[in-house]
């Protein structure tokens, strides 16, 4: 997901997509414990979206300030 496509979402979807991010992070790390994962770059690939989306999320703060 791309920052753009970000920006076009409203904050509780932004705060949705964070959560659901985080809850599939803590999922992928489980996964990785128990030696059930099948692409660890997954795990990097969701680390960027949570920081695009906290990124965005700060962006609008900034804007309504």
Same mark, same amino acid.
């Given at each position: 997901? !791309?920052?753009?496509?970000? @920006?076009?979402? !409203?904050? +509780?979807?932004?705060?949705?997509?964070? *959560? $659901?991010? *985080?809850?599939?992070?803590? &999922?992928? =790390?489980?996964? %990785?414990?128990? &030696?059930? %994962? $099948? &692409?660890?770059? =997954? #795990?990097?690939?969701? *680390? @960027? $979206? #949570?920081? =695009?989306? +906290?990124?965005?999320? @700060?962006? &609008?703060? $900034? =804007?309504?300030?």
């Amino acid at each position: 997901m !791309t920052a753009k496509e970000l @920006r076009e979402l !409203t904050d +509780s979807e932004l705060q949705t997509k964070l *959560k $659901d991010l *985080k809850q599939e992070l803590f &999922n992928l =790390r489980f996964q %990785l414990a128990i &030696n059930q %994962l $099948d &692409n660890p770059m =997954r #795990i990097t690939a969701v *680390k @960027r $979206d #949570i920081a =695009r989306v +906290s990124t965005v999320m @700060r962006e &609008n703060l $900034d =804007r309504e300030a």
